[in-house]
């Protein structure tokens, strides 16, 4: 049975800093590409970060680019989430997610993409 299980969500002021994990279990890591969406209040969810399975790629939301980090540790099966210069926008719960990675990873921006999802975790940004 895989999960995936986010933490690290908060409250924090504008400006500050979070940094999300999410723990996967029950599956091979290491043979999936993560992603990171976010879903706010009265809003569809969308994509905010992923990470090829060797970690050697990356895409960001242009939202986010230059303020959030995503990584990845292998051995601990976790992926990660560094929020820096948050602000009010930010707020919303945070998904992590796994897509295979026999799936070409230029297209893990589609959430449609993604076989296994977390619960997610409240980010809130006051200002």
């Known amino acids: 049975q895989v999960q995936l299980v986010e933490s690290g969500g908060g409250l924090v002021q504008t400006g500050g800093s979070l940094r999300l994990s999410c723990a996967a279990s029950?599956?091979?890591?290491?043979?999936?590409?993560m992603g990171w969406f976010r879903q706010a209040p009265g809003k569809e969810r969308e994509f905010v970060a992923s990470i090829s399975w060797s970690g050697g790629n990356t895409f960001y939301a242009d939202s986010v680019k230059g303020r959030f980090t995503i990584s990845r540790d292998n051995a601990r099966n976790t992926v990660y989430l560094q929020m820096n210069s948050l602000k009010p926008e930010d707020t919303a719960i945070y998904y992590c997610a796994a897509r295979t990675a026999l799936r070409p990873f230029g297209s893990s921006r589609n959430e449609a993409e993604y076989n296994y999802w977390g619960q997610g975790t409240q980010v809130t940004v006051s200002s």
């Open positions: 029950g599956l091979t890591f290491s043979s999936y590409s």
